[in-house]
Protein backbone atom coordinates (compact mmCIF):
# COMPACT_ATOMS: atom_id res chain seq x y z
CA UNK A 1 0.00 0.00 0.00
CA UNK A 2 0.92 3.64 -0.82
CA UNK A 3 -1.00 5.60 0.94
CA UNK A 4 0.02 6.83 4.02
CA UNK A 5 -1.79 8.67 7.36
CA UNK A 6 -1.50 12.21 8.10
CA UNK A 7 -1.66 12.71 11.85
CA UNK A 8 -1.06 16.52 12.13
CA UNK A 9 -4.50 16.86 12.63
CA UNK A 10 -7.99 15.33 13.14
CA UNK A 11 -8.87 14.69 10.01
CA UNK A 12 -6.26 12.20 10.03
CA UNK A 13 -6.05 12.56 5.85
CA UNK A 14 -5.18 9.15 4.38
CA UNK A 15 -3.01 9.69 1.55
CA UNK A 16 -1.69 8.24 -1.77
CA UNK A 17 1.03 8.66 -2.88
CA UNK A 18 2.07 12.20 -4.74
CA UNK A 19 -1.44 13.33 -3.61
CA UNK A 20 -2.13 16.09 -0.81
CA UNK A 21 -4.98 16.30 1.81
CA UNK A 22 -7.87 18.31 2.61
CA UNK A 23 -5.19 21.17 3.65
CA UNK A 24 -3.93 21.66 0.17
CA UNK A 25 -0.62 21.93 2.32
CA UNK A 26 0.16 18.36 3.06
CA UNK A 27 2.04 15.56 0.70
CA UNK A 28 2.73 11.99 0.50
CA UNK A 29 6.06 11.90 -0.94
CA UNK A 30 5.72 7.84 -1.43
CA UNK A 31 7.86 7.53 2.04
CA UNK A 32 6.01 9.97 4.40
CA UNK A 33 4.17 12.62 5.22
CA UNK A 34 5.72 15.91 3.71
CA UNK A 35 4.89 20.08 4.27
CA UNK A 36 4.60 21.22 1.09
CA UNK A 37 4.12 24.60 2.47
CA UNK A 38 7.64 24.65 4.45
CA UNK A 39 9.20 27.79 4.27
CA UNK A 40 6.79 29.28 1.64
CA UNK A 41 5.26 32.47 2.84
CA UNK A 42 2.62 34.32 1.50
CA UNK A 43 3.01 37.30 3.92
CA UNK A 44 5.29 38.62 6.40
CA UNK A 45 4.46 41.97 7.95
CA UNK A 46 5.38 43.91 11.39
CA UNK A 47 2.41 43.93 13.35
CA UNK A 48 0.87 45.21 16.41
CA UNK A 49 0.92 42.17 19.39
CA UNK A 50 -2.98 43.89 19.43
CA UNK A 51 -3.46 42.67 15.91
CA UNK A 52 -3.47 39.09 16.51
CA UNK A 53 -5.11 39.95 18.62
CA UNK A 54 -3.13 39.33 22.05
CA UNK A 55 -4.09 42.22 24.19
CA UNK A 56 -3.02 40.70 27.75
CA UNK A 57 0.36 39.09 26.08
CA UNK A 58 3.30 42.08 25.99
CA UNK A 59 1.10 44.93 24.74
CA UNK A 60 2.55 47.53 23.47
CA UNK A 61 4.68 45.33 21.28
CA UNK A 62 5.47 44.78 18.05
CA UNK A 63 5.54 40.63 16.36
CA UNK A 64 6.64 39.80 13.09
CA UNK A 65 3.83 38.14 11.60
CA UNK A 66 4.15 35.41 8.95
CA UNK A 67 2.10 33.01 6.83
CA UNK A 68 1.83 30.78 4.27
CA UNK A 69 -0.95 28.86 2.37
CA UNK A 70 -3.74 26.10 2.97
CA UNK A 71 -5.76 25.67 5.52
CA UNK A 72 -7.97 22.16 7.20
CA UNK A 73 -11.13 24.15 7.43
CA UNK A 74 -13.43 25.36 5.11
CA UNK A 75 -14.72 28.50 6.17
CA UNK A 76 -17.09 29.65 3.96
CA UNK A 77 -16.72 33.33 5.42
CA UNK A 78 -13.25 33.22 5.60
CA UNK A 79 -11.07 36.99 5.90
CA UNK A 80 -8.39 35.56 4.48
CA UNK A 81 -9.29 32.71 1.78
CA UNK A 82 -7.06 34.02 -1.18
CA UNK A 83 -4.34 32.20 1.08
CA UNK A 84 -5.81 29.85 3.05
CA UNK A 85 -7.77 28.15 0.42
CA UNK A 86 -4.55 28.16 -1.67
CA UNK A 87 -1.99 25.48 -2.69
CA UNK A 88 1.12 25.26 -3.55
CA UNK A 89 0.60 26.88 -7.35
CA UNK A 90 0.30 30.32 -4.82
CA UNK A 91 3.14 32.85 -5.07
CA UNK A 92 5.72 32.21 -2.30
CA UNK A 93 8.88 33.55 -0.86
CA UNK A 94 11.08 31.04 0.30
CA UNK A 95 12.44 31.79 3.92
CA UNK A 96 14.11 29.37 6.39
CA UNK A 97 14.14 29.18 9.75
CA UNK A 98 17.50 30.38 9.92
CA UNK A 99 17.01 33.35 7.96
CA UNK A 100 13.05 33.94 9.83
CA UNK A 101 15.00 33.94 13.05
CA UNK A 102 17.91 36.34 12.18
CA UNK A 103 15.09 38.46 10.72
CA UNK A 104 12.97 38.52 14.14
CA UNK A 105 16.16 39.33 15.56
CA UNK A 106 17.31 42.09 13.31
CA UNK A 107 13.71 44.21 14.62
CA UNK A 108 13.91 43.88 17.98
CA UNK A 109 15.62 47.68 17.90
CA UNK A 110 11.90 48.12 16.45
CA UNK A 111 9.79 46.45 19.63
CA UNK A 112 10.04 42.76 18.00
CA UNK A 113 9.17 40.39 20.83
CA UNK A 114 9.28 37.39 18.22
CA UNK A 115 6.98 35.73 15.58
CA UNK A 116 3.70 34.64 14.89
CA UNK A 117 2.08 32.16 12.86
CA UNK A 118 -0.73 33.90 11.81
CA UNK A 119 -2.82 34.81 8.27
CA UNK A 120 -3.27 31.12 7.19
CA UNK A 121 -3.44 28.11 9.26
CA UNK A 122 -0.06 27.04 11.03
CA UNK A 123 -0.51 23.53 12.33
CA UNK A 124 -0.76 22.79 8.43
CA UNK A 125 2.93 23.60 8.43
CA UNK A 126 3.70 22.10 11.81
CA UNK A 127 7.45 21.16 11.33
CA UNK A 128 8.04 24.85 9.78
CA UNK A 129 6.29 25.90 13.23
CA UNK A 130 8.62 23.66 15.42
CA UNK A 131 11.91 24.29 13.60
CA UNK A 132 11.42 27.90 13.81
CA UNK A 133 10.09 28.07 17.26
CA UNK A 134 12.91 25.62 18.46
CA UNK A 135 15.11 28.57 17.54
CA UNK A 136 13.40 31.52 18.47
CA UNK A 137 13.63 29.95 21.94
CA UNK A 138 17.36 29.00 21.83
CA UNK A 139 17.55 33.40 21.75
CA UNK A 140 15.71 34.38 23.85
CA UNK A 141 12.42 35.56 21.41
CA UNK A 142 8.84 34.37 21.17
CA UNK A 143 6.41 32.26 19.38
CA UNK A 144 3.09 32.95 18.78
CA UNK A 145 0.20 30.97 17.11
CA UNK A 146 -3.08 32.12 15.64
CA UNK A 147 -4.84 29.00 15.01
CA UNK A 148 -7.81 27.41 14.03
CA UNK A 149 -7.36 24.98 17.21
CA UNK A 150 -8.01 21.95 14.66
CA UNK A 151 -5.24 19.96 15.76
CA UNK A 152 -4.57 16.66 16.80
CA UNK A 153 -4.00 15.94 20.60
CA UNK A 154 -0.85 14.56 20.00
CA UNK A 155 1.08 16.56 17.83
CA UNK A 156 -0.30 19.64 19.82
CA UNK A 157 1.49 18.16 22.89
CA UNK A 158 4.51 17.87 21.27
CA UNK A 159 4.79 21.27 20.37
CA UNK A 160 3.52 23.05 23.01
CA UNK A 161 6.67 23.52 25.22
CA UNK A 162 8.10 25.75 22.54
CA UNK A 163 5.31 27.95 22.00
CA UNK A 164 4.79 31.21 24.70
CA UNK A 165 1.00 32.38 23.26
CA UNK A 166 -1.56 31.25 21.24
CA UNK A 167 -5.08 33.27 20.13
CA UNK A 168 -7.26 30.07 19.63
CA UNK A 169 -10.31 31.04 17.12
CA UNK A 170 -13.42 29.31 18.83
CA UNK A 171 -15.99 29.50 15.68
CA UNK A 172 -19.14 28.31 17.32
CA UNK A 173 -20.42 26.49 20.35
CA UNK A 174 -21.94 23.31 18.88
CA UNK A 175 -20.87 20.48 16.78
CA UNK A 176 -23.66 21.85 14.22
CA UNK A 177 -21.56 25.21 13.48
CA UNK A 178 -18.58 23.06 13.03
CA UNK A 179 -20.22 20.76 11.01
CA UNK A 180 -20.57 23.49 8.42
CA UNK A 181 -16.70 24.28 8.71
CA UNK A 182 -15.42 20.84 7.97
CA UNK A 183 -14.03 20.73 11.91
CA UNK A 184 -14.54 19.05 15.15
CA UNK A 185 -16.18 21.27 18.18
CA UNK A 186 -14.61 19.18 20.97
CA UNK A 187 -10.80 19.48 19.10
CA UNK A 188 -11.12 22.56 19.86
CA UNK A 189 -12.25 22.34 23.04
CA UNK A 190 -9.53 20.24 23.48
CA UNK A 191 -6.92 22.70 22.26
CA UNK A 192 -7.75 25.60 24.22
CA UNK A 193 -7.87 23.44 27.32
CA UNK A 194 -4.33 21.60 26.75
CA UNK A 195 -2.73 25.30 25.53
CA UNK A 196 -4.29 27.05 28.81
CA UNK A 197 -2.00 24.75 30.64
CA UNK A 198 1.20 25.93 28.83
CA UNK A 199 0.99 29.12 27.34
CA UNK A 200 -1.20 32.17 26.82
CA UNK A 201 -4.38 31.93 25.85
CA UNK A 202 -6.43 34.06 24.50
CA UNK A 203 -9.97 33.03 22.41
CA UNK A 204 -11.60 34.41 18.92
CA UNK A 205 -15.47 34.26 18.23
CA UNK A 206 -16.37 35.87 14.68
CA UNK A 207 -19.73 36.21 14.88
CA UNK A 208 -21.62 35.82 11.88
CA UNK A 209 -25.24 36.45 11.58
CA UNK A 210 -27.97 34.14 11.61
CA UNK A 211 -24.90 31.77 12.73
CA UNK A 212 -23.64 31.79 15.95
CA UNK A 213 -25.32 34.91 17.06
CA UNK A 214 -27.17 33.85 19.77
CA UNK A 215 -26.94 35.30 23.49
CA UNK A 216 -27.38 31.43 24.71
CA UNK A 217 -24.61 30.24 22.38
CA UNK A 218 -22.74 32.57 23.78
CA UNK A 219 -23.19 32.62 27.23
CA UNK A 220 -22.45 28.94 27.43
CA UNK A 221 -18.89 29.28 25.20
CA UNK A 222 -18.38 32.06 28.22
CA UNK A 223 -19.15 29.79 31.38
CA UNK A 224 -17.02 27.44 29.68
CA UNK A 225 -14.21 28.96 29.19
CA UNK A 226 -14.40 30.39 32.77
CA UNK A 227 -14.27 26.80 33.95
CA UNK A 228 -10.36 26.66 32.94
CA UNK A 229 -9.88 30.12 33.75
CA UNK A 230 -11.66 33.45 34.58
CA UNK A 231 -9.59 35.36 33.40
CA UNK A 232 -9.05 33.83 29.56
CA UNK A 233 -9.48 37.02 27.42
CA UNK A 234 -12.34 36.68 24.46
CA UNK A 235 -12.29 38.88 21.46
CA UNK A 236 -15.85 39.05 19.97
CA UNK A 237 -15.63 40.70 16.61
CA UNK A 238 -17.54 41.24 13.78
CA UNK A 239 -18.10 39.65 10.73
CA UNK A 240 -17.80 41.41 7.14
CA UNK A 241 -18.87 40.09 3.72
CA UNK A 242 -16.31 37.92 2.48
CA UNK A 243 -15.41 34.94 0.26
CA UNK A 244 -18.71 32.58 -0.25
CA UNK A 245 -20.83 34.75 2.79
CA UNK A 246 -21.24 38.25 0.51
CA UNK A 247 -25.02 38.01 0.55
CA UNK A 248 -25.31 38.96 5.04
CA UNK A 249 -24.68 42.65 5.94
CA UNK A 250 -22.11 42.80 8.83
CA UNK A 251 -23.08 41.73 12.20
CA UNK A 252 -24.57 44.81 13.94
CA UNK A 253 -22.66 46.38 15.77
CA UNK A 254 -25.65 46.40 18.68
CA UNK A 255 -25.25 42.70 18.49
CA UNK A 256 -21.15 42.62 19.27
CA UNK A 257 -22.12 44.75 22.61
CA UNK A 258 -25.03 42.81 23.55
CA UNK A 259 -22.83 39.37 23.25
CA UNK A 260 -19.93 41.00 25.08
CA UNK A 261 -22.34 41.80 28.05
CA UNK A 262 -23.11 38.45 28.05
CA UNK A 263 -19.58 37.08 27.73
CA UNK A 264 -18.59 39.18 30.49
CA UNK A 265 -21.21 37.47 33.15
CA UNK A 266 -18.89 34.76 33.18
CA UNK A 267 -15.13 36.46 31.96
CA UNK A 268 -13.18 39.34 33.42
CA UNK A 269 -11.85 40.67 29.55
CA UNK A 270 -13.68 40.55 27.05
CA UNK A 271 -13.05 42.73 23.95
CA UNK A 272 -15.03 43.79 20.72
CA UNK A 273 -13.04 43.73 17.26
CA UNK A 274 -13.87 45.37 14.15
CA UNK A 275 -16.79 48.00 15.83
Known amino acids: ?10 HHCRIERGEVGKCRARMNDGDKIIPLNYGEL ?3 ALDPIEKKPLYKFFPGSKILSVGSFGCNLNCPFCQNHEIS ?3 STFPTR ?8 ALAEELTAQGNIGIAFTYNEPF ?21 LVTNGTVAPAALKKILPLIDAMNIDLKGYSQKIYDTLGGNFETVLRTIELSAQSCHVEVTSLIVPNMNDSPEDMDAEAKWLASISEDIPLHISRFFPRYKVRNLPPTPVEKIYELVAVAKRHLNF ?6
Do not use: H
Not at 124 to 144: M, N, P, W
Open 124 to 144: IGYEFVRDTSALLKSCGLKSV
Open 94 to 101: KVMPEQLV
Open 270 to 275: VYTGNC
Open 42 to 44: TSI
Open 85 to 87: MAD
Open 1 to 10: MTALTCEICP
